[in-house]
Protein backbone atom coordinates (compact mmCIF):
# COMPACT_ATOMS: atom_id res chain seq x y z
CA UNK A 1 0.00 0.00 0.00
CA UNK A 2 1.46 3.61 -0.78
CA UNK A 3 2.24 5.34 2.08
CA UNK A 4 1.29 9.26 3.06
CA UNK A 5 3.86 11.79 2.28
CA UNK A 6 4.49 15.23 2.81
CA UNK A 7 4.88 17.69 0.46
CA UNK A 8 8.49 18.68 0.18
CA UNK A 9 9.82 22.00 -0.86
CA UNK A 10 13.33 21.49 -0.93
CA UNK A 11 14.08 22.01 -4.52
CA UNK A 12 12.48 25.02 -4.71
CA UNK A 13 14.69 28.05 -5.87
CA UNK A 14 15.18 31.33 -3.57
CA UNK A 15 16.53 34.00 -5.24
CA UNK A 16 18.25 36.29 -2.55
CA UNK A 17 19.28 39.06 -4.93
CA UNK A 18 15.25 39.94 -5.95
CA UNK A 19 15.43 42.87 -3.50
CA UNK A 20 14.61 46.08 -4.54
CA UNK A 21 17.28 47.69 -6.83
CA UNK A 22 19.32 49.97 -4.42
CA UNK A 23 17.98 48.36 -1.06
CA UNK A 24 20.41 47.27 1.70
CA UNK A 25 18.91 44.24 3.34
CA UNK A 26 20.66 41.87 5.94
CA UNK A 27 21.11 38.48 5.03
CA UNK A 28 18.11 37.71 7.67
CA UNK A 29 15.35 39.84 5.79
CA UNK A 30 16.90 38.44 2.20
CA UNK A 31 15.96 34.91 3.10
CA UNK A 32 12.18 35.66 5.07
CA UNK A 33 11.50 38.45 2.01
CA UNK A 34 12.57 35.32 -0.57
CA UNK A 35 10.62 32.99 1.21
CA UNK A 36 7.90 35.71 1.38
CA UNK A 37 7.67 35.84 -2.34
CA UNK A 38 7.85 31.74 -2.92
CA UNK A 39 4.64 31.41 -0.97
CA UNK A 40 3.14 34.59 -2.61
CA UNK A 41 3.36 33.50 -6.17
CA UNK A 42 2.53 29.69 -5.53
CA UNK A 43 5.98 28.23 -6.15
CA UNK A 44 5.74 26.87 -1.97
CA UNK A 45 2.09 25.40 -1.61
CA UNK A 46 0.05 25.19 1.47
CA UNK A 47 0.90 21.95 3.61
CA UNK A 48 4.52 22.20 1.70
CA UNK A 49 7.39 21.04 4.02
CA UNK A 50 10.40 23.30 4.18
CA UNK A 51 14.04 21.69 4.31
CA UNK A 52 15.54 22.04 7.96
CA UNK A 53 17.03 25.09 8.95
CA UNK A 54 20.72 23.43 8.55
CA UNK A 55 19.60 22.12 4.93
CA UNK A 56 18.63 25.36 3.45
CA UNK A 57 21.48 27.38 5.36
CA UNK A 58 24.23 24.88 3.61
CA UNK A 59 22.19 25.23 0.16
CA UNK A 60 21.84 29.14 0.56
CA UNK A 61 25.29 29.56 1.71
CA UNK A 62 24.45 31.28 4.87
CA UNK A 63 24.59 30.75 8.59
CA UNK A 64 21.89 28.59 10.35
CA UNK A 65 21.26 31.22 11.99
CA UNK A 66 20.00 33.33 9.44
CA UNK A 67 17.44 30.87 8.32
CA UNK A 68 16.35 29.89 11.97
CA UNK A 69 15.24 33.87 12.47
CA UNK A 70 13.66 33.72 9.06
CA UNK A 71 11.81 30.88 9.65
CA UNK A 72 10.95 32.66 13.62
CA UNK A 73 9.64 35.56 12.06
CA UNK A 74 7.22 34.03 9.13
CA UNK A 75 6.20 31.22 11.79
CA UNK A 76 5.22 34.03 14.39
CA UNK A 77 3.32 35.96 11.05
CA UNK A 78 1.14 32.63 10.54
CA UNK A 79 2.80 32.77 7.37
CA UNK A 80 4.51 29.11 8.40
CA UNK A 81 3.53 26.57 10.82
CA UNK A 82 6.28 25.11 12.77
CA UNK A 83 5.18 21.73 15.62
CA UNK A 84 7.63 20.11 17.66
CA UNK A 85 8.69 16.80 15.95
CA UNK A 86 7.44 17.86 12.31
CA UNK A 87 8.54 19.84 9.98
CA UNK A 88 8.60 23.63 9.40
CA UNK A 89 5.70 23.75 6.81
CA UNK A 90 3.90 26.60 4.54
CA UNK A 91 0.36 27.63 6.52
CA UNK A 92 -2.92 26.42 5.23
CA UNK A 93 -4.35 29.33 6.44
CA UNK A 94 -5.98 30.05 9.68
CA UNK A 95 -7.95 27.62 11.69
CA UNK A 96 -7.30 24.97 8.85
CA UNK A 97 -5.16 22.05 10.28
CA UNK A 98 -2.34 20.90 8.82
CA UNK A 99 -2.96 17.46 6.58
CA UNK A 100 -2.12 14.26 8.02
CA UNK A 101 -1.43 11.07 7.02
CA UNK A 102 -4.35 8.47 7.73
CA UNK A 103 -3.57 6.63 11.16
CA UNK A 104 -3.09 2.93 10.95
CA UNK A 105 -4.99 0.45 12.28
CA UNK A 106 -8.62 0.10 12.50
CA UNK A 107 -11.14 0.96 9.56
CA UNK A 108 -12.61 4.89 9.67
CA UNK A 109 -15.04 5.54 12.38
CA UNK A 110 -18.29 4.95 11.90
CA UNK A 111 -19.88 8.63 11.42
CA UNK A 112 -17.62 8.82 8.22
CA UNK A 113 -19.08 8.09 4.75
CA UNK A 114 -18.40 4.47 3.56
CA UNK A 115 -16.75 3.42 0.58
CA UNK A 116 -18.92 3.22 -3.13
CA UNK A 117 -18.87 -0.56 -3.29
CA UNK A 118 -21.29 -0.62 -5.99
CA UNK A 119 -20.39 1.94 -8.59
CA UNK A 120 -23.33 2.69 -10.58
CA UNK A 121 -22.02 6.28 -11.38
CA UNK A 122 -22.05 7.29 -15.23
CA UNK A 123 -19.03 8.51 -17.23
CA UNK A 124 -16.46 6.16 -15.36
CA UNK A 125 -14.90 3.27 -17.62
CA UNK A 126 -14.07 -0.10 -16.40
CA UNK A 127 -11.21 1.04 -14.44
CA UNK A 128 -9.95 -2.56 -13.63
CA UNK A 129 -9.73 -3.29 -17.37
CA UNK A 130 -7.20 -0.18 -17.87
CA UNK A 131 -4.86 -1.88 -20.08
CA UNK A 132 -1.98 -1.10 -17.89
CA UNK A 133 0.78 -3.47 -19.78
CA UNK A 134 -0.34 -2.27 -22.98
CA UNK A 135 0.21 1.35 -22.25
CA UNK A 136 3.42 0.83 -20.36
CA UNK A 137 4.99 -1.08 -23.41
CA UNK A 138 3.54 1.58 -25.82
CA UNK A 139 5.49 4.33 -23.59
CA UNK A 140 8.27 2.55 -23.35
CA UNK A 141 8.42 2.39 -27.20
CA UNK A 142 8.11 6.01 -27.29
CA UNK A 143 11.15 6.72 -25.29
CA UNK A 144 13.46 4.22 -27.12
CA UNK A 145 12.44 5.27 -31.02
CA UNK A 146 11.79 9.15 -30.37
CA UNK A 147 14.43 10.59 -32.29
CA UNK A 148 17.13 12.95 -30.40
CA UNK A 149 16.06 16.16 -32.36
CA UNK A 150 12.36 15.60 -31.37
CA UNK A 151 12.95 15.65 -27.92
CA UNK A 152 13.39 19.63 -28.21
CA UNK A 153 11.22 20.50 -31.08
CA UNK A 154 8.11 22.26 -30.45
CA UNK A 155 5.03 20.54 -31.16
CA UNK A 156 2.61 23.19 -30.89
CA UNK A 157 -0.51 21.38 -32.37
CA UNK A 158 0.58 18.17 -31.35
CA UNK A 159 3.45 15.28 -32.44
CA UNK A 160 3.17 14.16 -35.64
CA UNK A 161 2.97 10.86 -35.77
CA UNK A 162 0.48 11.03 -33.25
CA UNK A 163 -1.70 13.53 -35.48
CA UNK A 164 -1.39 10.77 -38.15
CA UNK A 165 -2.22 8.11 -36.44
CA UNK A 166 -5.80 9.73 -34.50
CA UNK A 167 -6.79 10.70 -38.37
CA UNK A 168 -5.85 7.33 -39.63
CA UNK A 169 -8.20 6.08 -36.34
CA UNK A 170 -11.12 8.35 -37.35
CA UNK A 171 -10.92 7.63 -40.57
CA UNK A 172 -11.68 3.96 -40.34
CA UNK A 173 -13.28 3.74 -37.58
CA UNK A 174 -16.19 6.95 -37.07
CA UNK A 175 -15.74 6.96 -40.78
CA UNK A 176 -14.80 10.65 -40.31
CA UNK A 177 -13.45 12.67 -43.44
CA UNK A 178 -9.81 13.58 -41.68
CA UNK A 179 -6.58 15.29 -42.27
CA UNK A 180 -3.99 14.49 -40.33
CA UNK A 181 -3.05 18.78 -40.60
CA UNK A 182 -6.56 19.71 -38.76
CA UNK A 183 -6.22 17.30 -35.61
CA UNK A 184 -4.51 18.95 -32.60
CA UNK A 185 -4.18 16.78 -29.62
CA UNK A 186 -5.52 17.65 -26.61
CA UNK A 187 -5.92 16.79 -22.94
CA UNK A 188 -8.90 15.35 -23.17
CA UNK A 189 -12.66 16.73 -24.42
CA UNK A 190 -12.79 19.07 -21.87
CA UNK A 191 -9.45 20.60 -23.05
CA UNK A 192 -10.50 20.83 -26.32
CA UNK A 193 -13.40 22.46 -25.50
CA UNK A 194 -11.65 25.51 -23.42
CA UNK A 195 -9.49 25.87 -27.12
CA UNK A 196 -11.92 25.57 -28.89
CA UNK A 197 -14.28 28.14 -27.16
CA UNK A 198 -11.86 30.50 -26.51
CA UNK A 199 -11.22 30.49 -30.55
CA UNK A 200 -14.47 31.21 -30.74
CA UNK A 201 -15.26 33.95 -28.30
CA UNK A 202 -11.95 35.56 -30.01
CA UNK A 203 -13.98 35.59 -34.13
CA UNK A 204 -17.02 37.26 -32.20
CA UNK A 205 -19.23 34.61 -30.56
CA UNK A 206 -21.37 35.26 -27.51
CA UNK A 207 -23.71 32.21 -26.77
CA UNK A 208 -23.59 28.41 -28.03
CA UNK A 209 -26.42 26.51 -27.94
CA UNK A 210 -26.08 23.13 -25.54
CA UNK A 211 -28.37 19.85 -25.35
CA UNK A 212 -30.24 19.86 -22.56
CA UNK A 213 -29.76 17.76 -20.16
CA UNK A 214 -26.16 17.56 -21.01
CA UNK A 215 -22.38 17.21 -19.40
CA UNK A 216 -21.92 19.87 -17.62
CA UNK A 217 -18.11 20.15 -17.45
CA UNK A 218 -18.59 21.18 -20.86
CA UNK A 219 -21.04 23.74 -20.54
CA UNK A 220 -18.78 25.55 -17.62
CA UNK A 221 -15.98 25.56 -19.91
CA UNK A 222 -17.98 27.42 -22.43
CA UNK A 223 -19.46 29.35 -20.27
CA UNK A 224 -15.85 30.87 -18.53
CA UNK A 225 -14.72 31.71 -21.45
CA UNK A 226 -17.52 34.41 -22.41
CA UNK A 227 -20.17 31.90 -24.32
CA UNK A 228 -23.37 31.57 -22.85
CA UNK A 229 -24.80 28.30 -22.88
CA UNK A 230 -28.23 27.86 -24.64
CA UNK A 231 -29.94 25.22 -23.55
CA UNK A 232 -31.79 23.19 -26.08
CA UNK A 233 -34.51 20.18 -25.54
CA UNK A 234 -34.10 16.22 -26.40
CA UNK A 235 -35.93 13.53 -26.98
CA UNK A 236 -36.02 9.82 -27.89
CA UNK A 237 -34.69 11.35 -31.43
CA UNK A 238 -32.05 13.28 -29.99
CA UNK A 239 -31.56 16.96 -30.09
CA UNK A 240 -34.46 18.82 -31.42
CA UNK A 241 -33.60 20.52 -34.42
CA UNK A 242 -36.91 22.85 -34.65
CA UNK A 243 -36.35 23.74 -31.33
CA UNK A 244 -32.05 24.45 -32.19
CA UNK A 245 -32.98 26.35 -35.22
CA UNK A 246 -35.55 28.51 -33.53
CA UNK A 247 -33.19 29.37 -30.66
CA UNK A 248 -30.40 30.19 -33.38
CA UNK A 249 -32.38 33.08 -34.70
CA UNK A 250 -34.08 33.94 -31.43
CA UNK A 251 -30.34 34.55 -29.69
CA UNK A 252 -27.67 34.94 -32.85
CA UNK A 253 -25.98 31.63 -31.94
CA UNK A 254 -24.39 30.27 -34.55
CA UNK A 255 -22.07 27.27 -32.58
CA UNK A 256 -23.96 24.01 -31.03
CA UNK A 257 -22.60 21.40 -28.62
CA UNK A 258 -24.20 17.87 -29.80
CA UNK A 259 -23.69 14.36 -28.63
CA UNK A 260 -25.49 12.83 -32.18
CA UNK A 261 -23.87 9.02 -31.37
CA UNK A 262 -25.08 8.89 -27.95
CA UNK A 263 -26.69 11.76 -26.57
CA UNK A 264 -25.81 12.04 -22.69
CA UNK A 265 -27.45 11.69 -20.71
CA UNK A 266 -31.07 9.97 -22.24
CA UNK A 267 -29.06 8.05 -24.44
CA UNK A 268 -30.57 8.66 -27.86
CA UNK A 269 -28.80 8.59 -31.03
CA UNK A 270 -29.83 11.57 -33.37
CA UNK A 271 -32.24 10.28 -35.79
CA UNK A 272 -31.45 10.83 -39.89
CA UNK A 273 -34.05 13.17 -40.06
CA UNK A 274 -32.32 15.18 -37.56
CA UNK A 275 -28.80 14.86 -38.55
CA UNK A 276 -29.63 16.29 -42.16
CA UNK A 277 -31.75 19.03 -40.19
CA UNK A 278 -28.33 20.14 -38.47
CA UNK A 279 -26.18 19.87 -40.73
CA UNK A 280 -28.69 22.22 -43.25
CA UNK A 281 -28.77 24.87 -40.46
CA UNK A 282 -24.86 25.00 -40.23
CA UNK A 283 -24.51 25.33 -43.85
CA UNK A 284 -27.83 28.10 -44.27
CA UNK A 285 -26.03 30.31 -40.72
CA UNK A 286 -22.20 29.24 -41.61
CA UNK A 287 -22.65 28.09 -38.24
CA UNK A 288 -20.01 25.49 -36.51
CA UNK A 289 -21.14 22.23 -34.53
CA UNK A 290 -18.92 20.79 -31.76
CA UNK A 291 -19.09 16.96 -31.75
CA UNK A 292 -18.62 15.45 -28.49
CA UNK A 293 -17.68 11.41 -29.49
CA UNK A 294 -17.21 10.67 -25.83
CA UNK A 295 -18.48 6.86 -25.74
CA UNK A 296 -19.30 6.38 -30.06
CA UNK A 297 -17.32 3.28 -29.54
CA UNK A 298 -19.66 1.06 -27.67
CA UNK A 299 -22.60 0.20 -29.57
CA UNK A 300 -23.98 -3.19 -28.78
CA UNK A 301 -26.83 -3.70 -31.18
CA UNK A 302 -25.47 -2.95 -34.38
CA UNK A 303 -21.98 -1.01 -35.92
CA UNK A 304 -21.94 2.55 -34.86
CA UNK A 305 -23.36 5.26 -36.73
CA UNK A 306 -20.62 7.41 -38.73
CA UNK A 307 -19.50 10.44 -37.17
CA UNK A 308 -21.70 13.26 -37.93
CA UNK A 309 -18.42 15.48 -39.18
CA UNK A 310 -18.69 12.81 -42.18
CA UNK A 311 -21.47 14.63 -43.47
CA UNK A 312 -20.17 18.48 -43.14
CA UNK A 313 -16.83 18.83 -42.01
CA UNK A 314 -16.50 22.24 -42.85
CA UNK A 315 -19.01 22.82 -40.37
CA UNK A 316 -18.41 20.50 -37.75
CA UNK A 317 -15.58 19.97 -34.71
CA UNK A 318 -15.06 16.34 -33.75
CA UNK A 319 -13.92 16.37 -30.56
CA UNK A 320 -13.10 12.74 -28.26
CA UNK A 321 -10.76 10.92 -25.76
CA UNK A 322 -9.31 8.50 -24.17
CA UNK A 323 -11.05 9.24 -20.65
CA UNK A 324 -14.27 7.25 -21.13
CA UNK A 325 -12.80 4.75 -23.69
CA UNK A 326 -9.70 3.75 -21.75
CA UNK A 327 -9.12 5.87 -18.54
CA UNK A 328 -9.34 9.08 -18.00
CA UNK A 329 -5.94 9.10 -16.53
CA UNK A 330 -4.09 8.82 -19.64
CA UNK A 331 -5.28 12.28 -20.09
CA UNK A 332 -4.91 12.15 -23.61
CA UNK A 333 -7.63 13.25 -26.46
CA UNK A 334 -8.15 14.81 -29.81
CA UNK A 335 -10.19 17.45 -32.02
CA UNK A 336 -10.34 17.33 -36.18
CA UNK A 337 -11.23 20.94 -37.31
CA UNK A 338 -12.67 22.40 -39.94
CA UNK A 339 -10.60 24.20 -42.70
CA UNK A 340 -12.43 27.43 -41.22
CA UNK A 341 -11.11 27.47 -37.59
CA UNK A 342 -6.67 27.62 -37.86
CA UNK A 343 -6.38 24.58 -34.75
CA UNK A 344 -5.95 26.72 -31.97
CA UNK A 345 -2.09 26.26 -29.79
CA UNK A 346 -2.19 25.31 -26.53
CA UNK A 347 -0.01 26.77 -23.66
CA UNK A 348 0.84 23.43 -22.37
CA UNK A 349 0.07 20.39 -24.88
CA UNK A 350 0.38 17.05 -23.58
CA UNK A 351 3.54 15.36 -22.80
CA UNK A 352 5.72 14.97 -25.71
CA UNK A 353 6.40 10.92 -25.06
CA UNK A 354 2.52 10.56 -23.93
CA UNK A 355 1.62 11.69 -27.99
CA UNK A 356 4.45 9.23 -28.85
CA UNK A 357 2.54 6.15 -27.07
CA UNK A 358 -0.30 7.40 -28.15
CA UNK A 359 0.59 6.84 -31.71
CA UNK A 360 2.29 3.52 -30.62
CA UNK A 361 -0.95 2.59 -29.28
CA UNK A 362 -3.30 3.03 -31.98
CA UNK A 363 -0.91 2.07 -35.16
CA UNK A 364 0.09 -1.25 -33.43
CA UNK A 365 -3.91 -1.68 -32.99
CA UNK A 366 -3.91 -1.58 -29.16
CA UNK A 367 -6.58 0.26 -28.72
CA UNK A 368 -8.61 -0.86 -31.03
CA UNK A 369 -8.08 -4.74 -29.27
CA UNK A 370 -8.78 -3.05 -26.36
CA UNK A 371 -11.84 -1.54 -27.65
CA UNK A 372 -13.24 -5.13 -28.76
CA UNK A 373 -12.58 -6.64 -25.51
CA UNK A 374 -15.02 -3.62 -23.66
CA UNK A 375 -17.44 -3.98 -26.07
CA UNK A 376 -18.38 -7.75 -25.78
CA UNK A 377 -18.02 -7.02 -21.63
CA UNK A 378 -20.18 -4.12 -21.23
CA UNK A 379 -22.72 -5.86 -23.38
CA UNK A 380 -23.08 -8.68 -21.25
CA UNK A 381 -23.04 -6.12 -18.61
CA UNK A 382 -25.76 -4.01 -19.33
CA UNK A 383 -27.92 -7.06 -20.25
CA UNK A 384 -27.23 -8.40 -16.58
CA UNK A 385 -27.88 -5.24 -15.65
CA UNK A 386 -31.21 -4.48 -17.40
CA UNK A 387 -32.02 -8.28 -15.97
CA UNK A 388 -31.69 -7.34 -12.72
CA UNK A 389 -33.99 -4.29 -12.74
CA UNK A 390 -36.94 -6.02 -15.14
CA UNK A 391 -36.65 -8.77 -11.80
CA UNK A 392 -36.35 -6.23 -8.67
CA UNK A 393 -37.71 -2.78 -9.86
CA UNK A 394 -40.52 -4.11 -12.42
CA UNK A 395 -42.33 -1.40 -14.13
CA UNK A 396 -39.75 1.47 -14.06
CA UNK A 397 -39.24 2.43 -17.25
CA UNK A 398 -35.25 2.75 -18.63
CA UNK A 399 -33.81 5.05 -21.32
CA UNK A 400 -31.30 4.74 -23.74
CA UNK A 401 -30.40 2.80 -27.00
CA UNK A 402 -27.72 -0.88 -26.26
CA UNK A 403 -24.93 1.92 -26.63
CA UNK A 404 -22.16 3.14 -24.29
CA UNK A 405 -21.52 2.80 -20.57
CA UNK A 406 -25.02 4.10 -18.35
CA UNK A 407 -29.14 4.41 -18.95
CA UNK A 408 -31.65 6.41 -17.88
CA UNK A 409 -33.90 4.82 -15.03
CA UNK A 410 -37.15 6.74 -14.11
CA UNK A 411 -38.49 6.85 -10.71
CA UNK A 412 -42.19 5.70 -9.19
CA UNK A 413 -43.94 8.94 -8.85
CA UNK A 414 -43.25 10.73 -5.60
CA UNK A 415 -39.64 9.65 -4.93
CA UNK A 416 -37.01 11.90 -5.28
CA UNK A 417 -33.84 10.93 -7.00
CA UNK A 418 -31.60 13.41 -5.04
CA UNK A 419 -32.77 11.50 -1.35
CA UNK A 420 -31.95 8.12 -3.20
CA UNK A 421 -28.43 9.73 -3.87
CA UNK A 422 -27.88 10.56 -0.27
CA UNK A 423 -29.83 7.40 1.09
CA UNK A 424 -27.85 5.18 -1.39
CA UNK A 425 -24.07 6.51 -0.02
CA UNK A 426 -24.91 4.51 3.42
CA UNK A 427 -25.39 1.62 1.45
CA UNK A 428 -22.22 2.00 -0.65
CA UNK A 429 -24.38 2.60 -3.76
CA UNK A 430 -23.06 5.54 -5.82
CA UNK A 431 -25.97 7.17 -7.69
CA UNK A 432 -26.37 10.18 -9.76
CA UNK A 433 -29.70 12.14 -9.95
CA UNK A 434 -30.42 13.16 -13.78
CA UNK A 435 -30.99 16.39 -12.13
CA UNK A 436 -27.63 17.28 -11.78
CA UNK A 437 -27.03 17.11 -16.03
CA UNK A 438 -30.59 19.22 -16.44
CA UNK A 439 -30.62 23.05 -16.92
CA UNK A 440 -34.36 24.19 -18.08
CA UNK A 441 -36.30 21.47 -19.07
CA UNK A 442 -38.60 20.09 -16.67
CA UNK A 443 -37.94 15.95 -15.98
CA UNK A 444 -39.37 13.30 -14.04
CA UNK A 445 -37.18 12.06 -11.46
CA UNK A 446 -34.76 10.07 -12.42
CA UNK A 447 -31.79 8.09 -11.85
CA UNK A 448 -28.56 7.97 -14.52
CA UNK A 449 -27.17 4.57 -13.51
CA UNK A 450 -23.57 3.91 -14.58
CA UNK A 451 -22.42 0.44 -15.12
CA UNK A 452 -18.76 0.96 -16.56
CA UNK A 453 -16.63 0.39 -13.54
CA UNK A 454 -19.36 -1.91 -12.25
CA UNK A 455 -17.94 -5.43 -10.86
CA UNK A 456 -19.37 -8.34 -12.83
CA UNK A 457 -19.86 -9.76 -9.35
CA UNK A 458 -22.33 -6.96 -7.85
CA UNK A 459 -24.70 -6.25 -10.10
CA UNK A 460 -27.18 -8.56 -8.66
CA UNK A 461 -26.78 -7.22 -4.91
CA UNK A 462 -26.15 -3.81 -6.52
CA UNK A 463 -29.89 -3.49 -7.56
CA UNK A 464 -31.03 -5.44 -4.62
CA UNK A 465 -29.72 -2.56 -2.90
CA UNK A 466 -31.44 0.20 -4.97
CA UNK A 467 -34.84 -1.85 -4.96
CA UNK A 468 -34.73 -1.50 -1.58
CA UNK A 469 -33.98 2.19 -1.29
CA UNK A 470 -36.39 3.05 -3.86
CA UNK A 471 -39.26 0.99 -1.21
CA UNK A 472 -38.02 2.62 1.61
CA UNK A 473 -38.77 5.96 -0.38
CA UNK A 474 -41.92 4.85 -0.91
CA UNK A 475 -43.30 4.08 2.11
Known amino acids: MQKSRPILAWETLLDLDADTPGARSS ?5 ERALRRAIDEGRLEPGSALPPSRALAETLGVSRWVVTEAYGQLVAEGVLDARTGSATRVSLGPGTALPRPPAP ?63 AYLSRSRRADPDAARVTIT ?11 RELHRRGHRTILVEDPSWPRLRAVAESNGLRPVPVPVDEDGVDTDVLAALSAQTGARAALVTPAHQFPFGAALSPGRREQVIRWARAHRALIIEDD ?22 VALIGSLSKS ?34 HFLTRGDFERHLRTARSRFRHRRARLLDAIRRDLPGLDVTGIAAGMHLVLALPTGTRAAALTSGGAELGLGLTALQRYVTATPRRESLVLGYGNLDDALIEEAVARLALLIRNAAE
Open 27 to 31: LRDRV
Open 105 to 167: GPSPSSDAAPPIRYDLRPGIPDLRATPRSRWAAALRNALASLPDHDLAAAHPRGYAPARDAVA
Open 187 to 197: HGATDGMDLLT
Open 294 to 315: YDAEFRYDRRPIPALQRLAPDH
Open 326 to 359: VSPALGLGWMLLPTTISPPISASPPSLVDQAALA
